[in-house]
Nanobody
Framework: QVQLVESGGGSVQAGGSLRLSCSAS????????MGWFRQAPGKEREGVAY????????YYVFSVKGRFAISQDNANNTVYLQMNSLRPEDTAMYYC?????????????????????WGQGTQVTVSS
């Protein structure tokens, strides 16, 4: 059974940093595409960053480019989301997701519907 466990959320002031971790188990990690999504109250779930663990390709939504960085630790089946220069509008529940996605898919075309495995979420709150 696939399991994803997030950690690292919290409360910070605008301009601060947080690093989220997603520990994966129950499948062949190296064959998966993994992503970070976020959902603020009253808003739809939004894809923030994706990484293809097979070749290291990454994708970022425009609003976080240059501030967030997704990375992987294949030895420990863990994906990270380093979040710098945080803004109040980054406040949301952040979810880790994974699935086996064809390598021919452009990461920028992915959405939440492409991911079948989800973590429980970790809250990020940024105050002004």
């Amino acid at each position: 059974q696939v399991q994803l466990v997030e950690s690292g959320g919290g409360s910070v002031q605008a301009g601060g940093s947080l690093r989220l971790s997603c520990s994966a188990s129950g499948y062949t990690y190296s064959t998966m595409c993994m992503g970070w999504f976020r959902q603020a109250p009253g808003k739809e779930r939004e894809g923030v960053a994706y990484i293809d663990t097979r070749d290291g390709r990454t994708y970022y939504v425009f609003s976080v480019k240059g501030r967030f960085a997704i990375s992987q630790d294949n030895a420990n089946n863990t994906v990270y989301l380093q979040m710098n220069s945080l803004r109040p509008e980054d406040t949301a529940m952040y979810y880790c997701a994974a699935d086996s996605i064809k390598r021919s898919r452009g990461l920028g075309t992915l959405s939440s519907a492409d991911f079948g495995y989800w973590g429980q979420g970790t809250q990020v709150t940024v105050s002004s």
